[in-house]
């Protein structure tokens, strides 16, 4: 909890124990009813314990986007690195989900082996929404027996990095009518 969110929590702590031993004497909204601790305890929920929880929530938030902007620069730093199926390092070479799973657990951000179990680990989101450091994922001709066989980090501006095939290396692509045709689904990293 921050400096200004302890100091608002101690002035309502201090109000709440003050506003109660006078309950008996004030007035609730001019009628006969009488503001009781449980009206406090209320306001003190909706004032101080749901805004701090807000609070965690954002910071939290942006944790997670630090972490997967700082994946998207370790994918980065992969560019030029030959394709090698079953791939999970510089040194061996990248499959493509050996390069997610590399770059993000380098970020502190663990995640399975397999492009179909990363989209199910990953949030679902509209291609629409999609951020930097967000996942796509697609289905390719070839394995028609699963949903999902490719994936790659978004980077932005229609492009996401990616291990696209046999012969390649790690590269960057445009999300062109080919690619678009291709994908599946979305995805975002939460805790």
Not at 40 to 58: E, F, G, I, P
Not at 90 to 114: E, H, M, V, W
Not at 119 to 143: C, N, V
Request: aromatic share 10%.
């Amino acid at each position: 909890m921050n400096i200004v969110n302890r100091i608002f929590t101690t002035i309502f702590c201090v109000l709440l124990l003050s506003f109660s031993t006078y309950t008996q004497a004030v007035e609730k909204d001019n009628s006969n009813e009488l503001i009781t601790i449980e009206d406090l305890q209320s306001a003190y929920q909706l004032l101080v314990l749901d805004h701090a929880d807000k609070t965690q929530q954002l910071q939290f938030q942006q944790r997670q986007n630090v972490l997967t902007q700082k994946a998207t620069l370790i994918a980065k730093k992969q560019l030029k690195i030959r394709y090698q199926w079953g791939g999970t390092t510089p040194k061996k070479g990248f499959d493509c989900s050996g390069l997610i799973q590399y770059s993000f657990k380098k970020a502190n951000i663990s995640l399975p082996r397999t492009a179909a179990s990363q989209y199910e680990e990953t949030k679902r989101i509209p291609l629409s929404q999609l951020q930097s450091g967000d996942l796509i994922f697609f289905h390719t001709r070839r394995r028609k027996h699963v949903k999902v066989n490719h994936v790659g980090i978004y980077l932005g501006d229609n492009k996401f990095i990616h291990a696209p095939r046999r012969g390649k290396t790690v590269t960057i692509a445009k999300l062109n009518r080919y690619w678009k045709g291709k994908v599946v689904g979305a995805g975002r990293i939460e805790g």
